[in-house]
């Protein structure tokens, strides 16, 4: 197959003696199946020869796709299976690979053979390799432009199979801004045959991982895209653009940091009073635009609560974002909620950057920890819920956005607006439907539910089958105080999967030493080997069997269900009905 390179080879001998000249030294430009296409001094004669027998070097800077620089070519890594490394004549190499829409077709390469060469090439070696590389740029451009020289030819086709086997969107604009020739991502973007449609582009300045924002308008149907535009010249000197896109909003949804496997991770889990008064909250407020800012002590399940209520909300289908506003450094956090573009500040990305609302337009924005958010980003959080629109930083470009704001926080909110800690107005903005969570010592019913739970997605990681926690466990839960909540008790869970190791079920042994040093004394075991619990356990776990019979029903085949479900004997339930005196 006759390469690219090939169509343009005496351009491209040219090019490889313009390079001689200049640097004084031994050039040759491979294509990408490594055949030599042009040479200088003694490779001059051995054009169109396939240098893959030797060519390691070439090989390497096509795989990593950048300009290397060998200075010991014989002693490097690369050359240890070439024949002639032991007696290799070459003191420096320095090598570009030459791109051809976003594909490395080729590779140039300067060779030194004489300390002198070397020592120049090292003296100023920036300036050679921005030279070398702006040759590349030089040959791309030569390339496209024989392409276009041969579109009215039969090797068009080949490169319209290329386009076509793009998954970005391709267009060919004519001066006339007429397509004159789309790729299947470019028709299947707009639904519709795109050739001989007129399209405009309009961008909006910034630029974005590397390519520029823009608004493409095909007849009546308008598209946000993120595209490079090439402009070319036709046989007829007529001006040729060719644009390369892919769809602002399909690429935004790829990069959304936080989502969600399955309603798995998502499950409000327990039947206490308090959760179920929780599920009743969050099912009038879920379809509602209104701000939510859940509290509640660390570890309650802030983030499950946020999430519960996006899933049961007519947005459920777009994006669920999340942002920890303790956790990103003061001077960051601004760039991580608005974006920024190229050249925003200093240390940025220089592709810039799309932020976390604009990722979650049209879903559900979860600020975490929205009482460490500083003041003056709190202003901008106002102004942009007021507005609701954004500006990236460093952009003058302004974005609509629909965006439904979740907040939550484990400091005491209204403490910190009294001190001055927090914005007011931002406060009433976010404090539309006020959510505050149990602790997990306000829902001591859950307990079990939760600890089985955990247990169930624990046998699932560590590939062990799934078994009822004791009850000689769960007594033990019960009676701790669980300063960590949700959490800490998940936290636990897994420690005992931990320590169980191979062995065939888990006792109290598997338990955190601080867990049982925390009630050292309160908790004696019974004759049949359980433990009993403290008042506080007494209480919860009669309220655990009031509730488990009355989901199963006091029918023997009820009290058989709730025994199972409670992981004990029915034997032991009937004593603790008698005891607890449920009847």
């Known amino acids: 197959m006759i390469s690219v390179l090939s169509n343009i080879q005496d351009d491209i001998c040219n090019y490889a003696d313009a390079i001689s000249g200049i640097t004084g030294t031994d050039v040759e430009i491979i294509d990408e199946s490594l055949m030599r296409i042009a040479g200088t001094g003694k490779y001059r004669h051995m054009l169109n020869q396939n240098v893959s027998k030797n060519g390691y070097i070439y090989r390497h800077v096509l795989r990593v796709q950048e300009t290397v620089l060998i200075k010991n070519p014989g002693e490097n890594a690369l050359c240890q299976h070439c024949e002639k490394h032991l007696y290799c004549s070459e003191m420096l190499d320095l090598n570009a690979p030459i791109f051809l829409n976003n594909r490395v077709i080729g590779v140039i390469g300067i060779i030194c053979s004489t300390e002198e060469q070397r020592n120049t090439l090292l003296s100023q070696i920036d300036k050679f390799v921005t030279f070398i590389e702006q040759i590349a740029v030089m040959i791309s451009s030569k390339v496209f432009e024989c392409l276009e020289r041969l579109r009215a030819q039969e090797t068009l086709g080949a490169f319209r199979r290329l386009i076509d086997a793009m998954d970005r969107g391709v267009v060919a604009i004519d001066g006339n801004n007429r397509v004159w020739h789309a790729n299947v991502s470019a028709a299947r973007l707009f639904n519709r045959e795109v050739i001989g449609c007129s399209l405009s582009i309009e961008t909006t300045g910034d630029i974005l991982y590397g390519d520029e924002e823009a608004w493409i308008t095909l007849e009546d149907q308008k598209r946000h895209v993120l595209c490079k535009q090439i402009t070319l010249s036709s046989l007829e000197n007529e001006s040729l653009t060719m644009v390369i896109f892919h769809d602002a909003r399909d690429y935004m949804s790829q990069i959304t940091t936080t989502t969600y496997e399955s309603d798995r991770r998502a499950r409000l889990i327990g039947h206490s009073q308090p959760m179920e008064q929780l599920r009743s909250t969050i099912a009038k407020i879920a379809n509602s635009y209104a701000s939510v800012l859940i509290t509640g002590e660390s570890g309650s399940g802030k983030e499950v609560v946020a999430f519960a209520i996006h899933q049961n909300s007519p947005r459920k289908d777009k994006p669920f974002v999340t942002i920890n506003c303790a956790a990103i450094p003061e001077q960051l956090l601004e760039s991580e909620l608005f974006g920024y573009v190229r050249g925003a500040f200093s240390g940025a990305d220089p592709k810039g950057r799309v932020g976390k609302f604009e990722l979650a337009n049209g879903g559900s924005l979860f600020l975490d920890e929205i ?189 058989k269900q709730a025994a199972a479900e409670l992981g004990i004997g029915i034997a032991t339930l009937y004593r603790k009905i008698k005891v607890y005196d449920l009847g």
């Open 371 to 559: 009482g460490d958010m500083p003041l003056h980003l709190q202003a901008k959080l106002l102004r942009v819920l007021q507005e609701k629109a954004i500006t990236r930083v460093g952009s003058n470009n302004v974005i609509n956005i629909d965006v439904r704001i979740i907040a939550a926080t484990n400091k005491n909110i209204y403490d910190m607006v009294e001190n001055h800690q927090f914005r007011e107005d931002l406060f009433y903005r976010l404090n539309v439907v006020p959510l505050v969570l149990p602790s997990l010592r306000e829902r001591r019913e859950d307990i079990a539910s939760l600890a089985q739970y955990f247990a169930d997605e624990f046998s699932e990681n560590y590939q062990r089958p799934n078994r009822k926690i004791p009850a000689e466990i769960i007594n033990l839960l019960y009676a701790y105080h669980w300063p960590g909540n949700i959490r800490e008790l998940r936290n636990v869970i897994e420690y005992i999967y931990v320590m169980q190791g191979d062995a065939s079920g888990m006792n109290a042994s598997h338990l955190p030493p601080h867990l049982l040093s925390s009630m050292n004394g309160d908790i004696k075991k019974t004759s049949e080997g359980l433990q009993s619990l403290d008042k506080q356990g007494r209480s919860a776990e009669r309220s655990i069997i009031e509730q488990a019979l009355a989901r199963c029903g006091t029918s023997v085949e009820g009290k």
